[in-house]
């Protein structure tokens, strides 16, 4: 059975950091493209970063470029999200997926909430 468990959320003030983690089992994605998504309150699911296989190409939307910052460990089959900079319009819950998502894959998601 495949899961995908997201960690390392919480509450932060504005300016300050976070680093999320997905740790991956069930299978090896390490062949993988992997994102992160956000949802936020009352909003759809977007992605907000997205890496290759082998993390040498990165993707990030407009609004977290030059704060965020995904990484992989392939051989942890794990993926990163580190959010520096955090600003309130950050706050929802975090997933990690394949990229593009497989609906089966979606887990609990980790809760960020960033205070003005």
């Known amino acids: 059975q495949v899961q995908l468990v997201e960690s390392g959320g919480g509450l932060v003030q504005a300016g300050g950091s976070l680093r999320l983690s997905c740790a991956a089992s069930?299978?090896?994605?390490?062949?993988?493209?992997m994102g992160w998504f956000r949802q936020a309150p009352g909003k759809e699911r977007v992605r907000v970063a997205a890496?290759?296989?082998?993390?040498?190409?990165?993707y990030y939307v407009d609004s977290v470029k030059g704060r965020f910052t995904i990484s992989r460990d392939n051989a942890k089959n794990t993926v990163y999200l580190q959010m520096n900079s955090l600003k309130p319009e950050d706050t929802g819950v975090y997933y990690c997926?394949?990229?593009?998502?497989?609906?089966?894959?979606w887990g609990q998601g980790t809760q960020v909430t960033v205070s003005s």
């Open positions: 890496i290759s296989s082998t993390g040498g190409t990165t």
């Open positions: 069930g299978r090896t994605f390490s062949t993988s493209a």
């Open positions: 997926n394949t990229n593009p998502p497989i609906q089966s894959y």
